[in-house]
């Protein structure tokens, strides 16, 4: 009976976080062809319904784009993503989402994240914990001139982020 109690436990384990393999955005940048998408709706837009990534996509307010080679300048960084664990929100199956991003290779999306300023992200289509790794990523790349507003709320996310990680 202990052996399908240890069992029962490493299903439970690997359904709570997300595997690495879900989640290497190293493998995905070393390509070359690939190119990340952000796009941005206001922090302060109203909708009637949640954001997903197929509204955000036709109604943003804003959209870059960003090559692979300037995506390997900040290797470091994605380096830092993948070492994080994701843990797998339980709860939560959608969030309201305020910035997507799509990593396209060949032109299909290899890999995508989603984030709206609180305790929750979309990872590959599934919900997980935020990190404030990926709001540190979005803020590199951003057209600061443009969006004062995403700006200040990324920032006071990490702040909020790297509290709660060290608790």
């Given amino acids: 009976m202990l052996k399908i109690t240890k069992c029962l436990v490493i299903v439970f384990l690997s359904q709570v976080y997300m595997s690495s393999a879900e989640m290497n955005m190293v493998n995905v940048i070393d390509q070359d062809d690939v190119e990340m998408v952000l796009y941005f709706m206001s922090p302060d837009k109203l909708t009637l319904i949640p954001v997903d990534k197929n509204y955000i996509k036709v109604n943003y307010d804003y959209k870059v784009v960003i090559t692979g080679k300037l995506l390997k300048e900040n290797k470091k960084l994605f380096l830092e993503i993948d070492n994080q664990k994701c843990r797998k929100n339980q ?3 959608k969030i309201n989402l ?3 991003g799509e990593f396209i290779s060949n032109n299909k999306i290899v890999y995508s994240f989603g984030l709206n300023y ?6 590959n289509d599934v919900v997980v914990e935020a990190q404030y790794q990926y709001y540190e990523l979005v803020e590199k790349y951003m057209l600061h001139h443009n969006y004062t507003r995403h700006q200040k709320e990324i920032k006071n996310t990490i702040k909020l982020l790297k509290k709660k990680s060290l608790k």
């Fill in 91 to 93: 709860k939560n199956s």
């Fill in 98 to 100: 305020k910035i997507y």
């Fill in 118 to 123: 609180g305790y929750d992200m979309l990872v």
